[in-house]
């Protein structure tokens, strides 16, 4: 692997970087306040003229056809502020929808739903997880079901943790279509105003809603579909997933560290200005072990990432797979600590709102949860290293 930026990419990341200190960190609570956002779409205008837009997409649509390691630099500096990637058009979930509308959509089904999605006109959501005993990290517990009728297909389940489904215009709707284990699941796009499907609510969660980050649980009773809503081919559902959820993993390991390095770069002016037992904090040893504890642990993030988008980028999908549960793992605890750092080393101040760690906090605790849980990662990691599925010597 070769660290060094090209000239075209350290240019792009130094515009990244000048757009979210200047434009989106000093506002970012009007950012998120503002019913009728008002100066958020102005600043998404402002990235879509920069040519900033949907960098992850191809030119064609639009992007900057960057490819995993052009997205490893900049996601992390749009992840400095838990919106800079709404503001570039390359959030969750829409931006793994995208990718994944991309690759596997016809091209009936990318005008429909692709095309406006790319031009922010709507969004989108993934609906895989549902309530228990239905699927949770154990994708076999599928119960939400795709019945073949007359014409098409009958879909009746429910779903939760649909991120963004509220106001989402579509939704990739993973269903169990047969009892294969490998090929008995089957992604459908759905139209989020059909008959049959029922927003139920808002799952009141830890952290603060966040723009279109709200957790939706929703019903679908006996939604009908035809050939042409079939994402893919039927019998895709678990290939196609994987195809999302390894890259998807990566993102968030992308944004999750551009918010960990804001994190301990805003504990330096306190740090080295507040003084306790008679000499600044940042000169006690035991301040000074956290700071190398999370320096060291945010640069192996970087490490770990890095290595696995360049396995991606040479196409190495299946080979990047264990390295991406470890990327993941790693970075969602890291990303916790940090913060629970953060916090402590503050003190009353931390644990206030009137700074944003234990805001930051709430959110973060999800990464050890969503994508993947720790231990089921754990999990695969173990079993491919017994079986020899990946090398500790790169």
């Known amino acids: 692997m070769n660290f060094t930026l090209s000239p075209e990419l350290s240019v792009l990341r130094a515009r990244v970087r000048a757009f979210v200190d200047a434009e989106i960190i000093p506002h970012e609570s009007e950012l998120v306040s503002d019913p009728k956002r008002a100066r958020l779409e102005a600043l998404r205008a402002k990235a879509r003229a920069d040519g900033l837009w949907t960098p992850h997409l191809p030119r064609a649509l639009g992007g900057l056809e960057l490819g995993p390691m052009g997205m490893a630099t900049l996601f992390r500096e749009m992840g400095r502020s838990p919106i800079g990637a709404k503001i570039f058009h390359c959030d969750a979930p829409d931006q793994g929808n995208m990718d994944l509308l991309l690759s596997a959509a016809t091209a009936a089904q990318q005008q429909r739903w692709l ?61 169990r279509t047969s009892d294969d284990p490998k090929t008995g699941a089957t992604m459908f796009l759905v139209d989020r105003h059909a008959p049959g499907v029922r927003y139920e609510r808002d799952i009141p969660v830890m952290a603060p809603d966040v723009l279109d980050h709200i957790e939706g649980q929703l019903t679908f009773d006996k939604v009908r579909l035809t050939a042409a809503d079939v994402l893919g081919q039927v019998g895709d559902g678990f290939k196609l997933a994987q195809q999302r959820l390894v890259p998807a993993r990566l993102t968030h390991c992308m944004r999750w560290l551009g918010l960990a390095t804001r994190t301990l770069e805003l504990c330096k002016g306190y740090l080295a200005t507040r003084l306790s037992f008679g000499k600044e904090l940042a000169r006690h040893q035991a301040v000074q072990l956290k700071l190398a504890e999370n320096a060291t642990a945010i640069h192996a993030g970087n490490l770990m990432t890095f290595h696995c988008a360049w396995l991606l980028e040479q196409g190495l999908t299946r080979e990047a797979r264990p390295y991406s549960s470890m990327a993941k793992t790693h970075v969602a605890r890291l990303l916790c600590q940090v913060l629970d750092d953060a916090i402590q080393l503050h003190g009353a101040l931390g644990y206030s709102e009137d700074l944003p760690f234990s805001t930051w906090y709430r959110a973060a605790r999800a990464a050890r949860i969503a994508d993947g849980p720790d231990e089921v990662h754990q999990i695969t990691i173990a079993r491919d290293f017994m079986l020899g599925r990946f090398e500790l010597l790169v």
């Open 115 to 175: 095309q406006p999605l790319v031009r922010g006109e709507i969004t989108s959501a993934f609906s895989m997880t549902e309530p228990a005993p239905g699927a949770g990290a154990d994708p076999s517990n599928l119960r939400t079901a795709a019945r073949e009728v007359a014409g098409g297909f009958e879909l009746s389940g429910a779903k939760w943790y649909s991120t963004g489904a509220k106001n989402a215009a579509f939704l990739i709707v993973m269903a």
